[in-house]
């Protein structure tokens, strides 16, 4: 299936765009990019996303080269073109090509379709182990095309049989490489309030626990694990993924919890009638 892409206001197939060697991204690693689905043909909670699209843009001193409702309408004309019920929508915005391989003219902005690429069930039914690392990521509130911290840290990951690392510093836990944490205890839903991009499943699921939980936005330590009664993480693709084990810690009973459950169902929901 062809996915296609705008880039600069051409829409081509994804596979023929290319960037050239001046480019910023390329040159000093200098990019910003944002990702989410679409449910029944709609693209989930495009509000938020082009808020925090904005933000990023504006924080990497960024000019947004379209406006929300030109954005909407790329959106839309890529999804139809796939072909396809649902898609992933990505998209990058870099600094632009610069001749003294510094200053920033005007930004390059790549919108493009993907297929989905979904967790895998059993991921959901054991759920899954993470990897501690002492870091927090510069700039947190950016979607960063910088990942590099995740791609050193792969063999890792790998070796110790987990699916993901989180990061935390000084006690202080933030995020995973590229979902946000939660933990569980009794009634209250926690989830830490800085050194972190604040995702729009976060956000949903916030919003979708209110009425049965209390949530607490706040700094999350570490210690705080040893009687969470669940962990999970939340994201685009992950949507909320228990959390079984972090490092040498086994969460509650070693197994996914009826409350991160409850909210996974929550969220499916949701996303059925949007």
């Given at each position: ?24 991204s ?64 990505r ?91 939660f ?92």
């Open positions: 299936m062809t996915h296609f892409g705008y880039f600069n206001g051409t829409v081509l197939p994804a596979d023929q765009i290319g960037v050239g060697v001046t480019d910023l390329l040159l000093r690693g200098y990019g910003l990019f944002d990702y989410f689905l679409t449910y029944n043909g709609r693209p989930f909670q495009w509000d938020w996303y082009w808020e925090r699209f904005a933000n990023s843009a504006m924080c990497m001193h960024l000019p947004l080269p379209i406006t929300k409702e030109e954005g909407y309408q790329i959106v839309m004309d890529l999804i139809e073109r796939s072909g396809q019920p649902d898609v992933a929508l998209f990058v915005m870099t600094g632009g090509y610069a001749p003294d391989s510094i200053t920033i003219r005007k930004p390059n902005l790549l919108i493009m379709s993907e297929d989905i690429h979904p967790t895998a069930p059993q991921q959901y039914a054991d759920g899954i182990r993470v990897i501690l690392d002492e870091y927090v990521r510069e700039m947190a509130e950016v979607k960063s095309t910088d990942y590099k911290r995740l791609i050193l840290l792969a063999d890792e990951i790998r070796a110790a049989g987990a699916q993901d690392v989180l990061f935390c510093k000084d006690g202080e836990i933030s995020e995973l490489s590229r979902s946000n944490f933990i569980v205890k009794g009634e209250k839903l926690i989830t830490p309030d800085r050194h972190i991009l604040r995702g729009i499943t976060r956000r949903t699921v916030i919003q979708l626990a209110r009425t049965d939980f209390e949530v607490e936005e706040r700094p999350v330590l570490l210690s705080e694990l040893y009687d969470a009664d669940e962990a999970f993480t939340t994201s685009s693709t992950k949507k909320v993924l228990p959390i079984v084990q972090v490092g040498d810690l086994t969460i509650a009973d070693s197994k996914p919890g009826p409350k991160s459950a409850w909210l996974l169902s929550q969220f499916n929901e949701l996303v059925t009638r949007w």
